[in-house]
């Protein structure tokens, strides 16, 4: 084992309670308010507002102790609370993975949606509970809520892969996903705009 540079964390158990959605035990826990998603929404009035009224918790996620460290396998899982902005459906700020590595999302509760970018064409995946979605190499990832219930899902990716948020703020994610009478609808993808 004298090749790595970090040594690698001892073998573990670690018990996933899908109904409840919890991991045992829990590494570092994040959460991320309205105010964390700045330049996000494509109504940033609706999302001042937003921020204003009451800045609430849009997602939160919550890994177990495996750190992100070159070839070890961190998980975590991501609630998206229910909700929208202006119409937009609550979702991750969403990401590149700059040195390219591939990842699975497996859909624990609720109904939602991994939406996929790489800089020309767009994929989504419906994401329910039993349901992994693939995310391959180059492809930046976003989820979203297009539920009522919170929207959980597990996800598993290399833990050297990075999190480039700037890359989603510079190319965006090719679509927007709105609510809509028959749930969810999708708008070609424009800057946010006061
Ligand atoms: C996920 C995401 C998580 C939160 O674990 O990091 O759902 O989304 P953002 O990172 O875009 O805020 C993942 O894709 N990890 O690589
Ligand atoms: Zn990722």
């Known amino acids: 084992m004298s090749d790595f540079i970090t040594p690698p964390v001892p073998p573990m158990t670690i018990h996933f309670d899908a109904q409840a959605g919890t991991l045992t035990p829990e590494g570092p826990v994040l959460e991320r308010r309205m105010s964390d998603l700045e330049g996000l929404f494509a109504d940033k009035g609706a999302w001042d507002e937003a921020v204003a009224n009451g800045n609430p918790v849009v997602y939160s996620v919550v890994s177990t102790p495996v750190p992100e460290v070159d070839r070890e396998l961190p998980q975590s899982i991501t609630t998206i609370e229910p909700g929208t902005t202006a119409g937009e459906f609550w979702m991750t700020k969403g990401h590149q993975h700059p040195n390219h590595q591939g990842e699975i999302y497996l859909g624990i509760s609720g109904q939602g949606g991994l939406l996929m970018f790489d800089g020309e064409n767009t994929s989504w995946v419906d994401m329910a509970p039993g349901v992994i979605g693939y995310i391959p190499p180059g492809w930046a990832h976003r989820s979203v809520n297009v539920g009522s219930e919170p929207y959980k899902f ?41």
Do not use: K, T
Not at 156 to 168: F, Q, R, S
Not at 174 to 185: F, I, L
């Open 154 to 194: 597990l996800a598993v990716y290399p833990g050297g892969a990075g999190h480039d948020y700037g890359w989603v703020l510079e190319n965006g994610m090719g679509q927007r996903v709105y609510s809509s009478d028959a749930g969810h609808e999708f708008a070609p993808f424009f800057a946010a705009q006061a």
